[in-house]
Nanobody
């Protein structure tokens, strides 16, 4: 059974930056895609970015392009989400999730297919 856990959340001022981490444990020899999602108060959870097991292919939501960077060095290394120029409306609980998928096709940002979810880490953007 694969487990994922997020870290790195906290408070940041508007236009500031924050980097989140997602660490996997358990069935670490299974290739898996990692996706980042977020859920703001009163809103549905939405996809932010995904990265394939090799780290060679990524996919970003429109709002994340140019400001967020998802990265991983190797299949079993943590996945990072660097977020720049954050706005107060982006205050949310950020989740990482894993999908047991092999391949280099950029993976979708819908929740289906992601079988393993972390508990989330809260990000607050406020002055």
């Amino acid at each position: 059974q694969l487990q994922v856990a997020e870290s790195g959340g906290g408070s940041v001022q508007p236009v500031g930056s924050l980097t989140l981490s997602c660490a996997a444990s358990g069935s670490i020899f299974t290739p898996y895609v990692i996706g980042w999602f977020r859920q703001a108060p009163g809103k549905e959870r939405e996809g932010v970015a995904s990265i394939t097991s090799s780290g060679r292919s990524t996919n970003y939501a429109e709002f994340a392009k140019g400001r967020f960077t998802i990265s991983r060095d190797n299949t079993n290394d943590p996945v990072y989400l660097q977020m720049n120029n954050l706005a107060p409306a982006e205050s949310a609980v950020y989740y990482c999730a894993a999908a047991p998928v092999l391949g280099e096709t950029p993976y979708h940002l819908k929740e289906w297919g992601y079988n393993y979810w972390g508990q989330g880490t809260r990000v607050t953007v406020s002055s």
